[in-house]
């Protein structure tokens, strides 16, 4: 079994920051991608940003230049600097990573996280 868990969000002004952090743990034998996506009550899930674990960065074009994500040194870990955020940021962030198990390495899951709101104000 696998678990993502995020922390790191919260309530920020219009031009703030704020860092989100997602930790995965469990029976893993490596991961290849984690990514942060946004989502708000009746709409679709959206990408936000998006790394390999070649640490190849992708990102929404609503946030270049505002966001940064990076992996931690272990590669179980994946942050989003979140700089001169705006009251349109706001949504409820979810972690993602592709996990190759250890007991199927020849395999792929796909995990996700619980959620963490992010509320910025006007």
């Known amino acids: 079994q696998v678990q993502l868990v995020e922390s790191g969000g919260g309530l920020v002004q219009a031009g703030g920051s704020l860092r989100l952090s997602c930790a995965a743990s469990?029976?893993?034998?490596?991961?290849?991608?984690m990514g942060w996506y946004r989502q708000a009550p009746g709409k679709q899930r959206e990408l936000v940003a998006h790394?390999?674990?070649?640490?190849?960065?992708n990102y929404a074009d609503s946030v270049k230049g505002r966001f940064t994500i990076s992996r931690g040194n272990a590669k179980n870990t994946v942050y989003l600097q979140m700089n001169s955020l705006k009251p349109e940021d706001t949504d409820v962030y979810y972690c993602n990573a592709d996990v190759i198990p250890t007991t199927a390495t020849n395999l792929v899951y796909h995990y996700w996280g619980q959620g963490t709101q992010v509320t910025v104000s006007s």
């Open positions: 469990g029976s893993i034998f490596s991961i290849n991608a």
């Open positions: 790394i390999t674990s070649g640490s190849s960065t």
